[in-house]
């Protein structure tokens, strides 16, 4: 009966530890999959020395080495919860473990502070940019703890075989020796922790501290304690050595912040990712389904849509709709915004500014690491044919270990002695070289409706520049500019459709203009629209009209452009 009693409290709580496992995994697998395969895009692990070597720049090297190579495998489905969770249960675990060998009296204290600080680390990987680095650092500190703790209990137990066995007394003062070890090991325990695991070494100095606390009695305990609080104070000495301020030192790789689960984020972010997998399908059904989608999913959305060849039936399907035409970059761009434009200049034809923005949203990525980037960077040089370029993206590529087989393809596709597939690979970008602006691009600016415009300039054929031109005229309701390009550019493509859009639109400046009746027969080819504008005109305004040009024209704020 006495053992059935023991073990049911230990039975209960491991059945809450398995509980607590599988309802962190299913809720990041299910519920925030793309918080970790953003955090995977935003960051790039090498396998090589040099590489590793650029670790030791920063305190806590071993956490974030650690937790950088597992964050690689957050690309592949089940693998970021599954290691997001491994890691925080094996943090639980040192936490149990180191408090119950500081000797802290309580039967359920370990376990109750082993509970809480899992919790607050789900919490903290509730925001987009927490390293599972710094869940490292917090298990590294426990571990550091344990490691010395057990070498302590070692050295007592060596010391105390010795004095037993020494018949002469030479070791009159055992304990005092046990005791200087003690502080000696505390001492630079402290150091080796903050170099290995940064932050973790607040864990580490809390164990200790709680340790001497719980036994303030024994003797050379404010020894250990000065052992502890001093080197505290001598790591504000490394900021020379790490070259970053005293916050950076106590706190890297990053403490975290408590935030609940930013589901907002968490679309905006599976809109991102699934558009970067391919999968544009889910980009439409994820989009359609929200009520109130943001400037991001309608940005991602009309990027499909371009594709598809149907941008300007979708226009108006968004209030406020976002093209990402108005936007530049600058000090104020938001990051996102900055981690998006590529993918427009991508579809648009324009490897430049493609290129720039890439080089930016690796600039504004954590330690300026994008594994996404560096793969957009190789795919434009690729198109644009700078092949010692390509190659040199490529070489970064091989030595990761998720790209590593895309890398291989198209390096090989390179050769003379490619394969079929290794040449299909290589020609789904030549495809887009065609596209590539060919103007001068010497300009003050990154207006897009330059851009546009050049691109159009240098391949009349470039379907993708010239809808999203006309669409941001159309945006702006600036019509007389509307007007010119339909006519430049949109008249001589070799297949004209006759866009309800467009047809609509030039009734507004065929009637503003007082257009004859030759100019009306010449440009309105949809005798549908025409009657549909007789009836608008009789009830300007009415609602019943809103998914038409007109209704946009007379009710609706003309986007403001951004200028940094």
């Known amino acids: 009966m006495n053992k059935q009693k023991t073990n049911k409290p230990s039975i209960g709580i491991y059945t809450l530890y398995v509980l607590g496992a599988v309802a962190c995994f299913a809720f990041f697998q299910f519920c925030y999959p793309y918080h970790l395969f953003y955090q995977e895009q935003n960051q790039l692990f090498l396998m090589s020395w040099d590489h590793v070597t650029t670790y030791l720049d920063k305190p806590g090297w071993l956490a974030c080495l650690a ?109 005092g020796i046990a005791n200087w070890v003690s502080v000696i090991s505390i001492f630079v325990s402290v150091f080796v922790c903050h170099w290995f695991f940064g932050y973790g070494v607040w864990v580490y100095g809390a164990l200790t501290f709680a340790g001497c606390i719980a036994n303030i009695m024994m003797a050379g305990t404010y020894y250990r304690l000065a052992a502890l609080i ?64 943001n400037q991001y999913m309608k940005f991602y959305y009309n990027l499909v849509m371009a594709q598809n060849h149907c941008l300007s039936a979708n226009l108006l399907k968004f209030p406020d709709n976002n093209l990402g035409t108005f936007e530049t970059l600058g000090p104020n761009t938001p990051t996102l915004t900055i981690k998006t434009l590529n993918e427009l200049y991508w579809v648009l034809g324009d490897m430049t500014f493609c290129e720039r923005a890439a080089m930016l949203a690796n600039v504004c990525s954590p330690n300026n690491r994008n594994i996404r980037m560096i793969k957009r960077l190789a795919e434009v040089n690729l198109v644009k044919g700078d092949y010692q370029a390509t190659r040199k993206y490529l070489r970064i590529l091989q030595k990761t270990f998720v790209w590593q087989r895309w890398a291989d393809r198209v390096f090989a596709s390179l050769g003379i002695h490619a394969l079929p597939d290794e040449k299909a690979l290589l020609q789904t970008y030549l495809d887009k070289r065609p596209f590539v602006n060919t103007q001068d691009t010497l300009r003050l600016s990154d207006n897009s409706y330059i851009i546009m415009k050049e691109l ?38 070799k297949h004209v459709q006759y866009d309800e859009l467009y047809q609509e639109a030039l009734t507004i400046y065929l009637a503003g203009t007082k257009a004859p009746p030759s100019e009306w027969t010449k440009y309105i080819k949809r005798q549908d629209v025409l009657q549909q504008f007789s009836q608008y005109n009789e009830q300007r305004g009415n609602p019943a009209f809103k998914d038409t040009y007109w209704y946009y024209f007379d009710k609706a704020k003309t986007p403001k452009l951004n200028n940094n």
């Open 456 to 493: 159009v300039e240098s391949n009349p054929a470039n379907n993708n520049a010239i809808n999203y031109m006309l669409c941001s005229d159309l945006l702006l309701k600036d019509m007389d500019t509307f007007k010119h390009d339909y006519d430049a550019y949109y008249l001589k493509q």
């Open 230 to 293: 001093i080197p505290f104070f001598l790591l504000m000495l490394t900021k020379r050595l790490y070259y970053c301020d005293f916050q950076t030192i106590y706190t890297y790789p990053g403490i975290g912040k408590l935030v609940a689960p930013q589901m907002d984020l968490e679309k905006t972010l599976a809109v991102d990712c699934e558009y970067y997998f391919g999968n544009y399908n889910k980009v439409m059904h994820i989009v359609e389904k929200e009520e109130n989608p």
């Open 67 to 175: 937790g950088d190579f597992l964050t690689q495998f957050y690309y592949f489905r089940y693998a970021g919860p599954i290691i997001l969770t491994l890691c925080i249960l094996l943090t639980g675990y040192n936490i149990r473990c180191a408090v119950e060998m500081a000797d802290i009296k309580g039967r359920w204290v370990a376990h109750s502070v082993a509970f809480i600080v899992m919790i607050l680390l789900i919490c903290f990987s509730f925001h987009y940019d927490y390293r599972l680095s710094s869940i490292l650092a917090v298990a590294g500190g426990a571990s550091v703890f344990r490691v010395s703790t057990s070498l302590l209990i070692s050295t007592r137990m060596f010391i105390k075989k010795i004095e037993r066995r020494n018949e002469q007394g030479l070791f009159l003062n055992g304990s």
